[in-house]
């Protein structure tokens, strides 16, 4: 079966400062690949998506980036963290073809102080 | 611009009545509908999963999908306080490989 990690489960992070987040899937190859962002309240906003290795789509301008240096790794990145960054980040994963459904991670809970 | 919507709720429902959660979606290519579970401070959970028009049942879960008025509806039977939570319906977007998320409905189910 497959399973998502995603990792820290918690972070808090000065203004200013870099971030590295990381996620993980098993059990599947060439999956798609998302990162989502989540206010407090509120709904999910897509930021990040990819379908293969190298290939990054961004969907909100904004001060962070996306890598995928393996076919199962996916990782966001920003080197000066705002304190709008603060938020839940959700790493998910679907199959190719996009008919079945999206699965995710616990999540990362990021505080900007 | 594709979209699904939901009510934001709160709905309130007693225990053991019947929750019915609606979404409505603009994409008439879409072709399958999802619906998670979202508790507060979690991840979303996929709870259900609907392709073709009619009912699909799980347990104390029926999601009906009626393509021809672009409506999915999720029913949760036996409504227990665990079942508070806030649901989201989704669909992929059709020519793309992302998902178009509602906002979600906030369920209370009330002992």
């Known amino acids: 079966s497959q399973t998502i990690h995603q990792w820290p489960a918690t972070l808090v992070q000065p203004v200013g400062s870099p971030l590295s987040l990381e996620c993980t899937v098993e059990?599947?190859?060439?999956?798609?690949l998302y990162w989502y962002r989540q206010a407090a309240g509120r709904g999910l906003q897509l930021l990040f998506y990819?379908?293969?290795?190298?290939?990054i789509s961004s969907e909100v301008p904004q001060n962070l980036s996306a890598s995928r240096p393996q076919d199962r790794q996916f990782i966001l990145s920003s080197k000066k963290l705002l304190l709008s960054d603060s938020g839940f980040y959700l790493c998910?994963?679907?199959?190719?073809?996009?008919?079945?459904?999206?699965?995710f991670g616990d999540g990362t809970r990021l505080s900007i102080l | 611009q594709k979209e699904v919507e939901q009510n934001s709720g709160p709905l309130s429902v007693p225990e053991g009545a019947i929750a019915s959660l609606n979404c409505t979606y603009s994409?008439?290519?879409?072709?399958?509908f999802f619906w998670y579970r979202q508790y507060s401070g979690k991840s979303p959970e996929l709870i259900m999963s609907?392709?073709?028009?009619g009912d699909k049942e799980d347990g104390r879960f029926t999601a009906q999908l009626n393509k021809a008025s672009q409506y999915v509806s999720l029913l949760i039977r036996d409504s227990q306080p665990s079942d508070s939570a806030t649901y989201l319906c989704?669909?992929?977007?059709?020519?793309?490989?992302?998902?178009?998320f509602g906002t979600g409905t906030r369920l209370k189910v009330l002992a």
């Open positions: 998910a994963w679907g199959p190719q073809g996009n008919h079945q459904p999206q699965h």
């Open positions: 059990g599947t190859s060439n999956p798609n």
């Open positions: 990819s379908v293969g290795i190298g290939q």
């Open positions: 609907i392709y073709s028009n």
């Open positions: 994409d008439r290519g879409s072709q399958s």
């Open positions: 989704a669909a992929p977007g059709s020519g793309t490989y992302k998902y178009i």
